[in-house]
Each structure stands twice: as C-alpha cells, then as structure tokens.
C-alpha cells in the first residue's frame, strides 16, 4: 500500500522557469512532511520540511504549500538552475506512525540550460 | 553537516553467501534505520534500532536479516544467506530523536550485487 505519491515522475524545465513538483498522502496520522534531494550515486539529502500545522514553508527558492484538508503538497522550485537536476522525494511520518519515514517513488527534475 | 559513513560503497557476493554492511552514525544520534533503494527508485523502510533494539521493522526485513549495534560502533546489516532479490542499495541513516520530529540523515548507500 503506497502511503504517499508523487507526481509527476519526471519532469524537464528550462533554467529560470518554477518546477512544481506534487504529492499526497494516505494517513492522517502523518504529521511532518519532509522533502529530500537525492544526487546520482548519494544518498538522499533534507532539503525543505513542514509540518501539518502550517500551510507554507518557504527556505530561499524552495516552497512547500501544504493542504492538510486535501492531503496534498507540492515543491515550489523558483528560478530553477541546471544544479537543481535531481531525484525528489517526499515523505511523511508522523506521532503513532512508528519511527520511520515513509517516502514517495520519487520525481526526477530535470533543468535544462 | 553531520556525515554517515557506510562501508563498504559496492560489495558483491554469490547468493547464499553472508553479507555484513556497515554503517558509522552520526556520532550523537540514537535512532538508526536501514532503507533499501532498488533501481534509483523509492526508498523502502527495513528497520529501525533504538536503544539496543529493534523498533520497528517491515515486510521487507526478512528472516534472514539482523541488526545491531555492538559497544556503540558500527551500526550493521546482516544478510545470511543472500537471495538474488537482496541487490539494491542499502541507505542507512540516523537521528537524534524520532523520525517525527528529526531530520535523517543518510549515507550514501552500499550497492549490494547477488550473483
């Protein structure tokens, strides 16, 4: 059973454009919803996290809006740059949910120059 | 930022072999966890270790794996015997509280190939 889905699973846009990247979930137990940056050949890195408790959280060109009502986020990439081309997970745990996090297939971003 | 080491970065065995991945945690954090990453694709929870002992585990930890974290060293993953299934790359991470309230960090993985 897949608790959280990502989508698209791939997707390309042209340096300086936003990259919208989205994602829901099953459990409403879920609670802290962290975004992670994975570099081929790395292992996956935080890049952006959110509570439920908030409904945006932003870290310089890197948004995430949250609808708790909905289920649903999304990674807003502003001004996105060929550096950002990366492998994004989202994932999700949350108080009664175990000590683990549960993450999405991924999205690949690709930013072309 | 705090940096987890696995050892070794790509091991490769014959099935029915044993295998040991090790894992150096960041120095301070108390929750340890193994994912499993087949094909560059999702991260798949195994396990997660706490205070000498297992939390948590998944459908994915088989019978055949174990954990553990002897005198406080190397946090480590044994596969005994490996299947052909077991290749994939095997992320270990660790946190100071929960995973609720704590960021993981990762290592960058050891790529097991069962031949």
């Known amino acids: 059973q897949q608790q959280v889905r990502q989508s698209p699973q791939s997707l390309t846009v042209w340096e300086g454009e936003t990259a919208i990247l989205n994602c829901s979930y099953e459990n409403s137990a879920f609670d802290y919803f962290p975004w992670y940056q994975q570099f081929p050949g790395e292992g996956p890195a935080l890049l952006i996290a959110i509570r439920s408790v908030s409904d945006k959280k932003e870290d310089g060109r890197f948004t995430i809006f949250f609808n708790k009502r909905e289920k649903k986020l999304s990674l807003h990439i502003t001004d996105s740059q060929p550096g950002d081309s990366a492998t994004y997970f989202c994932a999700a745990s949350g108080q009664g949910t175990g000590s683990k996090l549960s993450f999405g297939k991924g999205a690949k971003l690709t930013v072309s120059p | 930022g705090p940096k987890v080491l696995q050892i070794p970065s790509h091991q490769i065995i014959d099935m029915g072999q044993m295998v040991t991945l090790n894992c150096d945690p960041v120095s301070n954090h108390l929750y340890f966890y193994w994912y499993k990453q087949i094909l560059g694709q999702q991260m798949e929870f195994l396990v997660n270790f706490y205070n000498g002992k297992v939390m948590e585990k998944s459908k994915l930890f088989k019978d055949q794996f174990s954990v553990e974290r002897p005198d406080g060293s190397y946090f480590t993953l044994k596969i005994q015997p490996t299947a052909l299934e077991d290749s994939a790359v095997y992320f270990c991470?660790?946190?100071?509280?929960?995973?609720?309230?704590?960021?993981?960090?990762f290592g960058s993985g050891t790529r097991l190939t069962v031949l």
């Open positions: 991470a660790s946190s100071w509280g929960g995973a609720s309230a704590e960021t993981l960090y």
